[in-house]
T-cell receptor, first 116, second 113 residues
Framework: AQSVAQPEDQVNVAEGNPLTVKCTYS??????LFWYVQYPNRGLQFLLK??????LVKGSYGFEAEFNKSQTSFHLKKPSALVSDSALYFC??????????????FGQGTTLQVKP | DTEVTQTPKHLVMGMTNKKSLKCEQH?????MYWYKQKAKKPPELMFV???????INESVPSRFSPECPNSSLLNLHLHALQPEDSALYLC????????????FGEGSRLTVL
């Protein structure tokens, strides 16, 4: 069975500092990995995805994520955090084949708090 | 147009009421989804429509009834709900059902009294 874990309920960083939001996954075969962000009282927004290719994926709003197959991780990063980055972040995984295994499985979410 | 539009934004209903949530997208996406989300929790998949046909029902109680009138519209009919059904209901769409890159609406916040 596929699963995804976000080990931190909350991450606090100061504005201007680099940020990392952690995600590890478990899936048979090569994973499709995603990050979504949810601002208060809003729906989720797609940030970036990894399917294949370069292990460093660049996404929206200056975010990037690094795929590490040996550590089964897909951590979200940003070199310089903004207060406006404060939100709830979800990592998600799906198996590459079709059928029910094509469903997105979300992690529990990590609240990012960026302080001025 | 890269939006998924959901109406209403807020809905309060009694346990005996019948109401509907509506969702619309004009991106030409062939898959549409209903998710339920409790506060600070990940969204839970309820239904998936692919090419206007119901392809996934995650064992959702029959008091929730989805409908896809055409490729741009998705409805969720609600009847005899329970207070524990109070949640944010999110609609999403994607190019195809298994791409993983979903476009979400802002949700309909449902309160069941």
């Amino acid at each position: 069975a596929q699963s995804v874990a976000q080990p931190e309920d909350q991450v606090n960083v100061a504005e201007g500092n680099p940020l990392t939001v952690k995600c590890t996954y478990s899936v048979s075969g090569n994973p499709y990995l995603f990050w979504y962000v949810q601002y208060p009282n809003r729906g989720l927004q797609f940030l970036l995805k990894y399917i294949t290719g370069d292990n460093l994926v660049k996404g929206s709003y200056g975010f990037e994520a690094e795929f590490n197959k040996s550590q089964t991780s897909f951590h979200l990063k940003k070199p310089s955090a903004l207060v406006s980055d404060s939100a709830l972040y979800f990592c998600a995984v799906r198996a590459p084949s079709g059928g029910n295994t094509g469903k997105l499985i979300f992690g529990q979410g990590t609240t990012l708090q960026v302080k001025p | 147009d890269t939006e998924v539009t959901q109406t209403p934004k807020h809905l309060v209903m009694g346990m005996t009421n019948k109401k509907s949530l509506k969702c619309e997208q004009h991106m030409g996406h062939r898959a549409m989804y209903w998710y339920k989300q409790k506060a600070k929790k990940p969204p839970e998949l309820m239904f998936v429509y692919s090419y206007e046909k119901l392809s996934i029902n995650e064992s959702v109680p029959s008091r929730f009834s989805p409908e896809c009138p055409n490729s741009s519209l998705l409805n969720l009919h609600l009847h005899a709900l329970q207070p524990e059904d109070s949640a944010l209901y999110l609609c999403a769409s994607s190019q195809d059902w298994d791409t993983g890159e979903l476009f979400f609406g802002e949700g309909s916040r449902l309160t069941v009294l």
